[in-house]
């Protein structure tokens, strides 16, 4: 039987061990990857040779003082929510955390599914040299970014509401001009028509669409001014409003998107990543070119098509844009919806350059690259 004094110089020698342990495991990892949950991180560590050495659950709690604890060593993560939270965290504490797209890191999973699984294969993807990367957003990114996804909801169901007044309508019999502003200066109209027309159960649920429908303008109508003083404050979002067609939305939705564009490394990734290229299936030295690959960022990919819109729509400001030679060839040989994706593809390299290179639109640029391709 152990006296006390025995018992605690056990339990200390025991700690003290412990303790040497963890340091050494410390020293060792080189590499770690974390599967991001809700409350709980699936961590896995790989020492310079690649072998695991670190398999762990921590809780939320925890990750902040374990990592304040390690020495410096690559971090990898899926770019999902919260994850540009905890990498601005790792970073202030030495580490180098990185973001990789999910469809990136899967190949590296091995086996069935599971978490520690998926925490390996990060780990695995995050060494590849020619891993493609996501940028951190910053705080001030993630708010700009989080008035657009609001913004996109509103208009989203003040369309929802437009379509269902117009359906009720039609079953009625009464059809009115494609376009917002059509139906709204007609609907005074249609809800003054006699009672055989539309019951009066009927325009009470109409007038209480309208009434959402008009909530809904203001709050699109606010937001889109905070977003464009927001816009017209950043210097990025000043240079971009320069291109032609890009105006406060689409030139804050791409600074919150990618900042200064300094993951790509032209425009041309940058328009790919958009999905704004033709999808590719090539083989045996033969190259096969479909439709556009819609990959990437879906929003910021329909505003540039609008952008493209806008622009084609107003002949007389292609002169001055540098833009007339280029459109007017391209239209004898386009569908015009097919010369909407190639000029939004153009503009969308355009605005990467105005981005990256940290100067205003020049039409010269524009004539200069043009003669260079002839």
């Not at 889109?224 to 939705?253: F, H, K, T, W, Y």
Request: net charge positive; with cysteine; charged share 25%.
């Amino acid at each position: 039987m152990l006296l006390p004094r025995q018992r605690f110089k056990l339990a200390r020698g025991t700690k003290d061990k412990e303790h040497a342990m963890s340091e050494k495991l410390n020293t060792a990892i080189a590499v770690i990857g974390i599967d991001i949950g809700k409350n709980s991180f699936h961590v896995v560590g790989h020492d310079q040779r690649g072998a695991i050495v670190l398999h762990q659950k921590w809780s939320r709690g925890q990750v902040a003082a374990r990592f304040a604890n390690m020495p410096p060593c690559l971090i990898g993560m899926e770019a999902c929510v919260g994850a540009h939270h905890l990498s601005r965290k790792l970073k202030a504490l030495g580490h180098d955390a990185r973001l990789m797209p999910a469809k990136y890191v899967r190949p590296y999973s091995k086996g069935q599914k599971n978490d520690f699984r998926d925490a390996e294969a990060i780990a695995e993807a995050v060494q590849r040299p020619t891993m493609k990367f996501v940028a951190t957003k910053t705080a001030d990114q993630l708010d700009l970014q989080a008035l657009h996804r609001v913004r996109e909801r509103f208009v989203s169901q003040r369309t929802g509401i437009i379509n269902q007044i117009r359906a009720f309508l039609l079953e009625r019999g009464i059809a009115v001009r494609q376009g917002q502003r059509f139906l709204r200066a007609e609907l005074p109209r249609i809800l003054a028509t006699p009672s055989d027309v539309l019951s009066p159960r009927m325009v009470h649920l109409i007038e209480n669409l309208a009434g959402d429908w008009r909530r809904l303008d203001e709050r699109i109508e606010s937001l889109s001014s905070e977003i464009e003083a927001i816009a017209r404050q950043d210097a990025g979002c000043e240079r971009l409003m320069s291109v032609p067609g890009i105006g406060p939305i689409i030139s804050s939705a791409m600074v919150a998107a990618i900042g200064s564009g300094e993951v790509f490394t032209k425009g041309r990734d940058f328009a790919a990543w958009l999905g704004l290229v033709p999808r590719q299936m090539s083989t045996g030295g033969r190259t096969i070119l479909g439709r556009i690959s819609k990959r990437g960022n879906r929003y910021l990919r329909v505003l540039f098509v609008q952008a493209a819109w806008v622009v084609l729509i107003k002949p007389k400001s292609w002169e001055r844009h540098g833009l007339k030679s280029w459109i007017e060839a391209a239209k004898k040989r386009l569908h015009p919806n097919v010369l909407a994706i190639a000029l939004a593809n153009k503009l969308a390299r355009i605005a990467w350059g105005v981005l990256a290179h940290g100067r205003d639109f020049e039409v010269r640029k524009i004539s200069e690259a043009a003669a260079q391709s002839a």
